[in-house]
């Protein structure tokens, strides 16, 4: 019923930028709260960048100088953009469509971002 479909990560160079996508269906995408989480092999899986169902948004201190996350709610879509990319930014990202007041979590598959010479 309800689905989570993440795009836009590939194999970049160090300085340059990507264009996560979240799409969601099957919710009312405008209640719900939207976090971007990683986890590189071997690590924890550590949450990146949120944004509320009333736009409020945070980003992890190592980010939050090149990440910045947008919804369109008429789209039911969620992006992360990502500038001046490192190496230590590679990872898995995943999409969390998170509902708090039922506890309710959704999530995408996971899209691969590398960043390497």
């Known amino acids: 019923q309800v689905k989570i479909v993440e795009s836009g990560g590939g194999l970049v160079q160090p300085g340059e930028s990507l264009r996560l996508s979240c799409v969601a269906s099957g919710i009312r995408f405008e209640l719900y709260d939207i976090e971007w989480y990683r986890q590189a092999p071997g690590n924890e899986r550590e949450l990146v960048a949120k944004?509320?169902?009333?736009?409020?948004?945070s980003y992890m201190d190592s980010v939050k100088d090149r990440f910045s996350i947008s919804r369109d709610n008429a789209e039911n879509s969620a992006y992360l953009q990502m500038s001046d990319l490192k190496p230590e930014d590679t990872a898995v990202y995943y999409c969390n469509v998170h509902f708090v007041r039922g506890s309710s979590d959704f999530w995408g598959q996971g899209t691969q971002v590398t960043v390497s010479t």
């Open positions: 944004i509320t169902a009333n736009r409020k948004m």
